[in-house]
C-alpha cells in the first residue's frame, strides 16, 4: 500500500470529532436574557374575522449568588422590561400592558429541586406566575443526552419543548422538535430546529410548523441567540391561520 492511500485510509477511519452540549453556571456571572415573542392569528367564527396580534417582550438580568455542581442555588433577578404589546385582539383594549413583576428586583432560591420567587414581603412565587415560568431552568432538556458530531441529530416531544421555552401546553398535544447540530464555528454550535406539533382546542384542531436557529456557545456553556418563526393553522386553514415569531438573545458580562 503506497503511503498517501495508507494516509487515505487512516483519514476515513479516524473517529468524529464530538462535542458536548451541557449549561454551566458559574458564581458571580451576571447576564442579560432578553426576548421579543409575537403571534398574529386569524379566525374564522360564525361568518367574520378574529384577529389577534398579540407581542410580549422582555429584558432580564440575572446574577448568579450562590451555585452548586447542578446550577445556580441563588440569583438576583432584576426585570428591566416585561410588558405585553396588544395590537389586535376581541374585547381587549390596543396597547401595552407591563406585567406585575415589570420594574421589580427579586431573588430566585433553589432548595433542593423547588425553586421560589422571593422580594421584601417574602414568598412571592404564586403572585408572579408568568416571570417564573421564564426564570425555571428547563432548557437543559433540550440538550442531547450525549456528546453529538456535526450532522447528528436529536429529538424531544412537543410537550417538552413548550415546556422549555415557557410556553402553555395544550392538553394532548403530539408532536417532535428536532435538532441538528450543523455547525461548530470559533467554539459556538450552530443548531437548527424544526418543530411540529398538533393539538386539540375543544371542536378544532390546531397544527403548527416552526423552524429555527440556535447558537450556543460550547466551551462557556450557555446560550447566545435562538431564532424561531412558523405558522398555525386551524383545521387544515378551513378555521383560520397564522403566524409566530420569536427571538432571544443572552448577553454574559
Known sequence: MSSAAALCLLVLLAPE??????YRHEKGVTYRDAAI???????????R??????ETQYDIDRTVI????????????VVRKFVQIVRKAPEQKEGTKP??????????????????LFDGEGDVTRKYPNLVVLLRDWRAARLPKKPVAVGDTWEVSAKTFLETVGQQVPSQVVGKATFRLAAVKD?????TIE???SWRDKKSVLGGTQTGTWHFHLKRGYDIEVRMEGGIEVDNGKGGYGKFKSHRAVTYR
Open 195 to 197: 418543530y411540529k406539533s
Open 187 to 191: 467554539g459556538v454550535a450552530k443548531i
Open 37 to 47: 415573542k409575537s403571534i398574529q392569528l386569524t379566525l374564522f367564527a360564525n361568518a
Open 99 to 116: 406585567f406585575k413583576s415589570h420594574g421589580k428586583t427579586f431573588v430566585w432560591r433553589r432548595e433542593k429541586k423547588t425553586w421560589g
Open 66 to 77: 450562590e451555585a452548586d455542581s447542578e446550577g445556580p442555588e441563588v440569583e438576583r433577578i
Open 17 to 22: 470529532q464530538t462535542y458536548e452540549l451541557k
Open 49 to 54: 374575522l378574529v384577529k389577534f396580534d398579540v
